[in-house]
Protein backbone atom coordinates (compact mmCIF):
# COMPACT_ATOMS: atom_id res chain seq x y z
CA UNK A 1 0.00 0.00 0.00
CA UNK A 2 1.49 3.33 -0.96
CA UNK A 3 1.88 6.21 1.68
CA UNK A 4 0.46 9.18 1.67
CA UNK A 5 3.60 11.08 1.66
CA UNK A 6 4.24 8.58 -1.68
CA UNK A 7 1.89 10.99 -3.54
CA UNK A 8 1.41 14.69 -1.28
CA UNK A 9 4.54 16.43 -0.53
CA UNK A 10 2.46 18.99 0.98
CA UNK A 11 -0.10 19.33 3.21
CA UNK A 12 -2.11 21.79 1.30
CA UNK A 13 -2.90 22.61 -1.88
CA UNK A 14 -4.42 26.13 -0.92
CA UNK A 15 -2.37 29.51 -0.77
CA UNK A 16 -3.82 31.13 1.27
CA UNK A 17 -5.12 30.37 4.92
CA UNK A 18 -8.76 32.17 3.95
CA UNK A 19 -9.48 30.80 0.67
CA UNK A 20 -13.05 29.70 0.26
CA UNK A 21 -12.89 27.63 -2.68
CA UNK A 22 -10.64 25.87 -5.12
CA UNK A 23 -10.71 26.30 -8.63
CA UNK A 24 -14.41 26.82 -9.00
CA UNK A 25 -14.85 25.73 -12.96
CA UNK A 26 -13.01 22.73 -12.22
CA UNK A 27 -13.92 21.79 -8.59
CA UNK A 28 -14.38 17.92 -7.23
CA UNK A 29 -17.11 19.88 -5.30
CA UNK A 30 -18.83 23.20 -5.98
CA UNK A 31 -21.12 24.73 -2.79
CA UNK A 32 -22.83 27.74 -4.03
CA UNK A 33 -24.75 30.01 -1.78
CA UNK A 34 -26.58 26.81 -0.04
CA UNK A 35 -29.07 27.69 2.48
CA UNK A 36 -31.54 24.89 3.96
CA UNK A 37 -34.72 25.84 6.11
CA UNK A 38 -36.74 23.81 7.76
CA UNK A 39 -40.54 25.12 8.50
CA UNK A 40 -43.10 23.46 10.84
CA UNK A 41 -46.03 24.69 11.74
CA UNK A 42 -44.78 25.93 15.23
CA UNK A 43 -41.22 27.80 13.76
CA UNK A 44 -38.83 28.15 11.12
CA UNK A 45 -35.13 26.99 11.54
CA UNK A 46 -32.58 28.39 9.11
CA UNK A 47 -29.92 25.92 9.52
CA UNK A 48 -27.55 27.09 6.74
CA UNK A 49 -27.02 30.21 5.24
CA UNK A 50 -24.69 31.36 2.02
CA UNK A 51 -22.89 28.47 2.48
CA UNK A 52 -19.80 28.85 -0.08
CA UNK A 53 -17.27 26.89 -0.72
CA UNK A 54 -15.36 24.37 -3.13
CA UNK A 55 -13.26 21.30 -2.76
CA UNK A 56 -10.38 20.38 -5.82
CA UNK A 57 -10.43 16.93 -7.34
CA UNK A 58 -7.72 15.14 -5.00
CA UNK A 59 -8.05 16.90 -2.23
CA UNK A 60 -8.47 16.16 1.34
CA UNK A 61 -11.20 18.45 3.02
CA UNK A 62 -12.42 18.45 6.83
CA UNK A 63 -15.48 20.09 8.16
CA UNK A 64 -15.56 21.07 12.00
CA UNK A 65 -18.20 23.68 13.86
CA UNK A 66 -19.80 24.15 16.66
CA UNK A 67 -23.05 22.26 17.71
CA UNK A 68 -26.02 23.28 15.53
CA UNK A 69 -23.74 24.73 13.02
CA UNK A 70 -25.58 22.61 10.32
CA UNK A 71 -22.29 20.52 9.55
CA UNK A 72 -24.71 17.14 8.86
CA UNK A 73 -26.91 18.91 7.23
CA UNK A 74 -24.63 20.25 4.84
CA UNK A 75 -23.38 17.14 4.46
CA UNK A 76 -26.29 15.41 3.80
CA UNK A 77 -27.26 17.73 0.99
CA UNK A 78 -23.89 17.11 -0.86
CA UNK A 79 -24.69 13.39 -0.46
CA UNK A 80 -28.28 14.14 -2.18
CA UNK A 81 -30.27 13.03 1.45
CA UNK A 82 -31.45 16.66 1.57
CA UNK A 83 -32.69 19.41 -0.46
CA UNK A 84 -31.26 22.97 -0.68
CA UNK A 85 -33.95 26.14 -0.01
CA UNK A 86 -31.66 28.12 -1.95
CA UNK A 87 -28.41 27.72 -3.82
CA UNK A 88 -26.80 24.63 -4.90
CA UNK A 89 -24.02 22.04 -4.79
CA UNK A 90 -22.05 20.84 -8.24
CA UNK A 91 -20.09 18.01 -8.59
CA UNK A 92 -17.90 18.13 -11.29
CA UNK A 93 -19.88 20.68 -12.78
CA UNK A 94 -23.32 18.59 -12.58
CA UNK A 95 -25.92 19.77 -10.51
CA UNK A 96 -26.41 17.77 -7.58
CA UNK A 97 -30.34 16.22 -7.56
CA UNK A 98 -30.29 13.33 -5.29
CA UNK A 99 -27.78 10.30 -4.47
CA UNK A 100 -25.53 8.68 -6.89
CA UNK A 101 -23.21 6.25 -7.11
CA UNK A 102 -20.25 9.27 -7.74
CA UNK A 103 -20.39 9.59 -4.03
CA UNK A 104 -19.17 6.67 -1.56
CA UNK A 105 -20.51 7.57 1.77
CA UNK A 106 -19.18 6.10 5.04
CA UNK A 107 -21.21 7.40 8.18
CA UNK A 108 -20.35 6.97 12.31
CA UNK A 109 -23.04 4.06 12.10
CA UNK A 110 -21.01 1.20 10.51
CA UNK A 111 -24.48 0.67 8.75
CA UNK A 112 -23.44 -3.25 8.02
CA UNK A 113 -25.69 -6.10 6.72
CA UNK A 114 -24.67 -8.70 9.70
CA UNK A 115 -26.37 -11.30 8.25
CA UNK A 116 -23.45 -10.79 5.26
CA UNK A 117 -19.91 -11.62 5.60
CA UNK A 118 -17.15 -8.95 5.08
CA UNK A 119 -16.84 -9.90 1.51
CA UNK A 120 -20.49 -9.81 1.10
CA UNK A 121 -21.31 -6.54 2.33
CA UNK A 122 -18.19 -5.01 0.54
CA UNK A 123 -20.06 -6.46 -2.85
CA UNK A 124 -23.34 -4.89 -1.95
CA UNK A 125 -23.03 -1.90 -4.24
CA UNK A 126 -21.45 -3.57 -6.63
CA UNK A 127 -24.66 -6.09 -7.05
CA UNK A 128 -26.58 -3.00 -7.33
CA UNK A 129 -25.04 -1.70 -10.27
CA UNK A 130 -25.38 -5.19 -11.69
CA UNK A 131 -21.42 -6.12 -11.26
CA UNK A 132 -20.70 -9.56 -13.46
CA UNK A 133 -19.80 -12.36 -10.58
CA UNK A 134 -15.94 -13.31 -11.25
CA UNK A 135 -15.05 -9.19 -11.92
CA UNK A 136 -17.28 -8.48 -8.45
CA UNK A 137 -15.03 -11.01 -6.67
CA UNK A 138 -12.03 -8.96 -8.00
CA UNK A 139 -12.77 -5.80 -6.91
CA UNK A 140 -14.14 -7.12 -3.25
CA UNK A 141 -10.41 -8.94 -3.52
CA UNK A 142 -8.74 -5.70 -3.97
CA UNK A 143 -10.60 -3.63 -2.27
CA UNK A 144 -10.07 -6.30 1.40
CA UNK A 145 -6.52 -5.92 0.45
CA UNK A 146 -6.66 -2.35 0.00
CA UNK A 147 -8.15 -1.99 3.71
CA UNK A 148 -6.23 -5.04 4.99
CA UNK A 149 -8.86 -7.26 5.45
CA UNK A 150 -8.11 -9.98 2.84
CA UNK A 151 -8.00 -12.07 5.97
CA UNK A 152 -11.28 -11.75 6.90
CA UNK A 153 -12.94 -12.14 4.34
CA UNK A 154 -15.47 -14.76 5.27
CA UNK A 155 -15.99 -13.08 8.57
CA UNK A 156 -19.46 -11.87 10.03
CA UNK A 157 -19.91 -8.19 11.50
CA UNK A 158 -20.26 -9.57 15.27
CA UNK A 159 -16.26 -11.06 14.51
CA UNK A 160 -14.74 -7.65 13.82
CA UNK A 161 -13.84 -4.30 16.07
CA UNK A 162 -15.88 -1.40 15.60
CA UNK A 163 -11.76 -0.14 13.84
CA UNK A 164 -12.17 -3.32 11.58
CA UNK A 165 -16.12 -2.52 10.83
CA UNK A 166 -15.08 1.41 9.88
CA UNK A 167 -12.62 -0.50 7.27
CA UNK A 168 -15.67 -2.42 5.85
CA UNK A 169 -17.56 0.63 5.41
CA UNK A 170 -14.51 2.17 3.83
CA UNK A 171 -13.88 -0.67 1.19
CA UNK A 172 -17.98 -0.88 0.46
CA UNK A 173 -18.04 3.10 0.03
CA UNK A 174 -15.04 2.81 -2.48
CA UNK A 175 -15.86 -0.45 -4.31
CA UNK A 176 -18.01 0.81 -6.43
CA UNK A 177 -15.37 3.66 -7.42
CA UNK A 178 -16.62 6.85 -6.55
CA UNK A 179 -15.23 10.05 -7.71
CA UNK A 180 -15.86 11.51 -3.96
CA UNK A 181 -15.76 9.91 -0.77
CA UNK A 182 -18.41 12.09 1.75
CA UNK A 183 -17.35 10.35 5.33
CA UNK A 184 -19.72 11.90 8.37
CA UNK A 185 -17.75 11.57 11.73
CA UNK A 186 -16.70 7.77 10.60
CA UNK A 187 -14.45 7.39 13.42
CA UNK A 188 -16.78 8.65 16.46
CA UNK A 189 -17.74 5.37 18.20
CA UNK A 190 -14.05 4.25 18.36
CA UNK A 191 -11.87 4.66 21.21
CA UNK A 192 -8.73 7.20 20.83
CA UNK A 193 -6.01 4.28 19.65
CA UNK A 194 -7.65 2.96 17.25
CA UNK A 195 -8.84 6.14 15.54
CA UNK A 196 -4.96 6.88 15.28
CA UNK A 197 -4.24 3.97 13.90
CA UNK A 198 -7.18 4.62 11.32
CA UNK A 199 -5.90 8.39 10.55
CA UNK A 200 -2.98 6.82 9.04
CA UNK A 201 -4.69 3.58 7.53
CA UNK A 202 -7.00 6.67 5.92
CA UNK A 203 -4.22 8.62 4.69
CA UNK A 204 -2.75 5.51 2.67
CA UNK A 205 -5.89 4.95 1.28
CA UNK A 206 -6.45 8.48 -0.26
CA UNK A 207 -2.87 8.26 -0.96
CA UNK A 208 -2.93 4.93 -2.88
CA UNK A 209 -6.61 6.07 -4.88
CA UNK A 210 -6.41 9.73 -4.82
CA UNK A 211 -9.43 10.30 -4.15
CA UNK A 212 -11.47 14.12 -3.21
CA UNK A 213 -12.36 13.24 -0.02
CA UNK A 214 -15.35 15.68 2.18
CA UNK A 215 -14.85 14.57 6.29
CA UNK A 216 -17.14 15.77 8.78
CA UNK A 217 -15.86 16.09 12.39
CA UNK A 218 -16.14 17.19 15.96
CA UNK A 219 -12.81 16.99 16.67
CA UNK A 220 -10.17 20.07 15.69
CA UNK A 221 -6.87 17.74 16.32
CA UNK A 222 -8.70 14.85 13.99
CA UNK A 223 -9.32 17.64 11.11
CA UNK A 224 -5.46 19.14 12.00
CA UNK A 225 -4.53 15.84 11.79
CA UNK A 226 -5.96 14.60 8.03
CA UNK A 227 -7.09 17.51 6.40
CA UNK A 228 -5.54 19.85 3.15
CA UNK A 229 -8.03 22.63 4.02
CA UNK A 230 -10.41 22.99 7.13
CA UNK A 231 -13.67 24.70 6.77
CA UNK A 232 -15.00 26.07 10.24
CA UNK A 233 -18.40 26.90 10.20
CA UNK A 234 -20.46 29.19 12.59
CA UNK A 235 -23.71 28.22 14.06
CA UNK A 236 -27.27 29.88 13.78
CA UNK A 237 -27.21 29.14 10.86
CA UNK A 238 -24.70 27.47 9.43
CA UNK A 239 -22.49 29.20 7.18
CA UNK A 240 -18.64 29.58 6.85
CA UNK A 241 -17.04 31.48 8.89
CA UNK A 242 -13.32 30.60 7.14
CA UNK A 243 -11.32 28.50 5.19
CA UNK A 244 -8.08 27.23 7.29
CA UNK A 245 -4.62 25.63 5.47
CA UNK A 246 -2.94 23.38 6.98
CA UNK A 247 0.26 23.73 5.54
CA UNK A 248 1.87 20.67 7.16
CA UNK A 249 3.91 17.86 5.64
CA UNK A 250 2.45 14.65 6.73
CA UNK A 251 2.75 12.78 8.74
CA UNK A 252 1.63 15.39 11.06
CA UNK A 253 2.77 14.95 14.67
CA UNK A 254 0.68 16.44 17.70
CA UNK A 255 3.36 17.70 19.98
CA UNK A 256 4.96 19.80 17.30
CA UNK A 257 4.65 23.58 17.88
CA UNK A 258 3.22 23.93 14.28
CA UNK A 259 0.33 21.60 14.80
CA UNK A 260 -0.87 23.10 17.95
CA UNK A 261 -1.19 26.35 16.37
CA UNK A 262 -2.96 25.50 13.64
CA UNK A 263 -5.87 23.48 16.01
CA UNK A 264 -5.81 26.40 18.64
CA UNK A 265 -6.54 28.87 15.78
CA UNK A 266 -9.32 26.89 14.68
CA UNK A 267 -10.89 26.39 18.13
CA UNK A 268 -10.59 30.46 18.39
CA UNK A 269 -12.85 30.43 15.39
CA UNK A 270 -15.23 28.01 16.46
CA UNK A 271 -15.03 29.97 20.17
CA UNK A 272 -14.20 26.93 21.80
Known amino acids: MAGVNDVREEGSTADTASDTSGTSDTAAVRVADLGKRYDSDRQTVQALSGVDFAVDEGEFVCIVGPSGCGKTTLFRTIAGLESPTSGEVRLSGERVDGPGTDRGMVFQEYGLFPWRTVAENVAFGLEQQGLGGEERRARVREMLDLVGLTEFADAYPKELSGGMKQRVGIARALAVDPDILLMDEPFGSVDAQTRDMLHGELLDIWGATGKTVLF ?29 SVDLDRPRERTDAAFAEHVERIRALIGE
Open 216 to 244: VTHDVEEAVTLADRVVVMAANPGQVREVV
